[in-house]
């Protein structure tokens, strides 16, 4: 393969890097404006948290697709980076999984990576971050602690003070103004249904993974804990609060990127050479950067021929004209498909605890506190069982999405449970993604097979 630079064994490559306003590095944009390609392969990262590890994902991504398409398309390779951040202990199958184990083996500490990576995601915060990774590391036996933990993770997302009421700021979900020891010993529960057992600590306090007394379902809802009740083992459900805070701001993050960063370059750049095809591709929040770009495309524009989502964290009610528990509103993308000239291909996969048991709380909204980690439909991400509400779209295998081809245009969603499988706690599967039966299904959805 022609080595396309920046590590990227195919070619040509290049990257387009937006701040976290949605503010376009000007050099990046010329670079992907001079490419010399029919169709630009647009891939938006999900939470990785530097450059050298999104350039390795897109380069295990896109490895498979020179030998994929017709011998009519010349590809170009645009890798889009973006500020997010992944913990450490998130496994990536593949390229990553030493690492998050040793990460994981840690505990409720931040490893300096990962410390590392919230002083980047959250610039200026030092003293904040320092005192959140003391206490991560100290795990004090005490209410007071957790009190205090609570309200340095409420200043990190500009959530406010936690009140007698216990609502958060509007639009900021309850999980940061609930009381922090009823909060962290939800999580704690949550970790331990995702699989994540010794050294994030449990329900129970024994350090086995397994919670008892009703585990994750309801456990807003039971007593408090009390000092001399296990505090301690509820520092991993602490860490794992600050990580919903860290897919709170990306999942803001990502939309403001793409409807103001993303889909404005890409538009002007199909303006400029309108015979140039675009499929866009995103994971995780990536995903709700590609989608919300579509907000910037015009009317009647057919320069966007794909749009395929892998494991994307953003609502599955997106795309809906009608909320089912709301009738009189539509989803945050409603009717936007119609931008896509083909198909938007939403891929599942049920092994994503990422996104079946955390994404949900960090999308609940103030005013919505009961039962906050039963299931409710209304906080499902459309990688944790697809698109949702969108009347007459299809519901495929991965299989026979690749057999049988995909719709012309449309919404459909594609369990890919089949291949994107691997990856342990907390996150489970949810960067389970490199598959060339993943990057058939984006040639397929652009038109571009032999």
């Given at each position: 393969?022609?080595?396309?630079g920046?590590?990227?064994?195919?070619?040509p490559?290049?990257?387009?890097?937006?701040?976290?306003?949605?503010?376009?590095?000007?050099?990046?944009?010329?670079?992907?404006?001079?490419?010399?390609?029919?169709?630009?392969?647009?891939?938006?990262?999900?939470?990785?948290?530097?450059?050298?590890?999104?350039?390795?994902?897109?380069?295990?991504?896109?490895s498979?697709?020179?030998?994929?398409?017709?011998?009519?398309?010349?590809?170009?390779?645009?890798?889009?980076?973006?500020?997010?951040?992944?913990?450490?202990?998130?496994?990536?199958?593949?390229?990553?999984?030493?690492?998050?184990?040793?990460?994981?083996?840690a505990?409720?500490?931040?490893?300096?990576?990962?410390?590392?990576?919230?002083?980047?995601?959250?610039?200026?915060?030092?003293?904040?971050?320092?005192?959140?990774?003391?206490?991560?590391?100290e795990?004090?036996e005490?209410?007071?602690?957790?009190?205090?933990?609570?309200?340095?993770?409420?200043?990190?997302?500009?959530?406010?003070p936690?009140?007698?009421?216990?609502?958060?700021a509007?639009?900021?979900?309850?999980?940061?103004?609930?009381?922090?020891?009823?909060?962290?010993?939800?999580?704690?529960?949550?970790?331990?249904?995702?699989?994540?057992?010794?050294?994030?600590?449990?329900?129970?306090?024994?350090?086995?993974?397994?919670a008892?007394?009703?585990?994750?379902?309801?456990?807003?809802?039971?007593p408090?804990f009390?000092?001399?009740?296990?505090?301690?083992?509820?520092?991993?459900?602490?860490?794992?609060?600050?990580?919903?805070?860290?897919?709170?701001?990306?999942?803001?993050?990502?939309?403001?990127?793409?409807?103001?960063?993303?889909?404005?370059?890409?538009?002007?750049?199909?303006?400029?050479?309108?015979?140039l095809?675009?499929?866009?591709?995103?994971?995780?929040?990536?995903?709700?950067?590609?989608?919300?770009?579509?907000?910037?495309?015009?009317?009647?524009?057919?320069?966007?021929?794909?749009?395929?989502?892998l494991?994307?964290?953003f609502?599955?009610?997106?795309?809906?004209?009608?909320?089912?528990?709301?009738?009189?509103?539509?989803?945050?993308l409603?009717?936007?498909?119609?931008?896509?000239?083909?198909?938007?291909?939403?891929?599942h996969?049920?092994?994503?605890?990422?996104?079946?048991?955390?994404?949900?709380?960090?999308?609940?909204?103030?005013?919505?506190?009961?039962?906050l980690?039963?299931?409710?439909?209304?906080w499902?991400?459309?990688?944790?069982?697809?698109?949702?509400?969108?009347?007459?779209?299809?519901?495929?295998?991965?299989?026979?999405?690749?057999?049988?081809?995909?719709?012309?245009?449309?919404?459909?969603?594609?369990?890919?449970?089949?291949?994107?499988?691997?990856?342990?706690?907390?996150?489970?599967?949810?960067?389970?993604?490199?598959h060339?039966?993943?990057?058939?299904?984006?040639?397929?959805?652009?038109r571009?097979?032999?």
């Amino acid at each position: 393969m022609a080595d396309g630079g920046a590590g990227i064994g195919v070619g040509p490559y290049q990257e387009l890097t937006f701040d976290a306003q949605g503010d376009v590095d000007p050099a990046t944009r010329a670079a992907v404006a001079r490419m010399e390609a029919t169709d630009l392969l647009v891939f938006a990262h999900g939470w990785n948290s530097d450059r050298s590890t999104a350039t390795r994902l897109y380069d295990a991504f896109f490895s498979p697709f020179p030998g994929l398409v017709g011998p009519g398309v010349r590809l170009g390779y645009v890798g889009v980076v973006w500020p997010s951040i992944r913990f450490s202990d998130e496994p990536i199958p593949d390229f990553d999984p030493h690492g998050a184990l040793a990460a994981a083996a840690a505990g409720p500490a931040l490893d300096a990576a990962t410390r590392a990576a919230l002083g980047g995601f959250w610039p200026g915060r030092e003293p904040e971050l320092d005192r959140v990774a003391e206490l991560l590391a100290e795990r004090p036996e005490s209410e007071a602690a957790f009190a205090e933990f609570g309200g340095l993770v409420r200043d990190l997302v500009g959530a406010g003070p936690a009140g007698p009421a216990a609502v958060a700021a509007p639009g900021v979900p309850d999980v940061f103004a609930l009381d922090a020891v009823a909060v962290c010993r939800a999580l704690t529960s949550a970790l331990a249904e995702a699989g994540a057992g010794d050294g994030y600590g449990d329900g129970d306090g024994d350090g086995d993974g397994h919670a008892t007394g009703g585990g994750a379902r309801g456990a807003w809802t039971g007593p408090g804990f009390t000092a001399g009740d296990g505090l301690r083992a509820l520092w991993g459900g602490a860490k794992e609060l600050l990580r919903q805070a860290t897919y709170y701001e990306m999942k803001k993050r990502a939309g403001v990127i793409g409807e103001h960063g993303l889909g404005p370059v890409l538009t002007d750049l199909a303006g400029r050479r309108p015979a140039l095809r675009f499929h866009l591709i995103g994971h995780s929040f990536g995903a709700r950067v590609v989608s919300f770009s579509l907000r910037a495309v015009p009317g009647g524009a057919r320069h966007v021929k794909s749009l395929t989502l892998l494991q994307g964290a953003f609502s599955h009610y997106a795309f809906s004209d009608r909320l089912p528990h709301d009738p009189g509103r539509g989803g945050v993308l409603r009717g936007l498909q119609s931008r896509v000239d083909g198909p938007v291909v939403a891929c599942h996969s049920s092994h994503d605890s990422a996104l079946g048991v955390f994404y949900p709380l960090a999308s609940r909204t103030a005013g919505d506190s009961a039962g906050l980690l039963g299931f409710d439909a209304r906080w499902g991400a459309i990688g944790h069982d697809g698109v949702q509400a969108v009347p007459g779209a299809p519901r495929l295998a991965l299989d026979r999405a690749l057999s049988g081809g995909l719709p012309g245009s449309g919404c459909v969603s594609v369990d890919a449970g089949s291949v994107v499988r691997r990856g342990g706690p907390p996150s489970g599967a949810h960067s389970d993604i490199c598959h060339e039966e993943l990057a058939r299904l984006v040639v397929g959805a652009g038109r571009m097979g032999r």
